[in-house]
């Protein structure tokens, strides 16, 4: 603060005055930096500066206070409308199971005062991941079904299938085939020794 600033401030004060002014000043500020202010000490600054505010706006006519005041109005309606729209697009988020960490990043930038645009907005985004995961579903249900083996007995039962076989797969389905016959002839021999 320079004695320019304190005499806008208090255009009547001696130059006594506005020394005193800005060594208190200073001080303060020096306390504050130091780190070594206590609470105390702060709530007073606030007070003191709440009470200069105030000063401030006694000085303005009515309808200097009146367009501050609308401004105030027009600051808490543009915050009130933003957080309502971001509790929405959160809302449209979490609906579609997306996690905080999913959309910390990004939400400043769909949130605005326009309710529909901030929901359109999120509602894009979750329809473009929907696509997105389902296009990655039906890919890895595509690679896993194209690299399954068909299992051995399928088609060699109807003698479809042969080529595809290696030699030790056709060698294992043969003796199969035999074991089955033969288990076949042993049971028949059975029954007719038993003379079933």
Known sequence: MTREDVKKIFPNASDEEITAILNQHNSEVNTAKSGNIKADELKALREKAEKYDDYEKQKLTLDEQAKLALEDAEKAKSENLRLLNRTKVISEF????????????????????????????????????????????????????????????????????????SEAEKLAVNLAKSRTSAGKAAADGLKNYLGG
């Open 94 to 165: 979490a609906g579609a199971g997306l996690k905080e960490d999913d959309y910390k990043g990004i939400i400043d930038t769909i949130v605005s005062e326009d309710e529909e645009t901030s929901v359109n907005s999120a509602k894009s985004i979750v329809s473009m991941l929907a696509s997105q995961k389902k296009s990655v579903e039906d890919n890895l249900k595509e690679s896993v079904l194209k690299n399954t083996p068909h299992p051995g007995g399928s088609n060699t039962d109807k003698g479809q299938g042969d080529d595809k076989l």
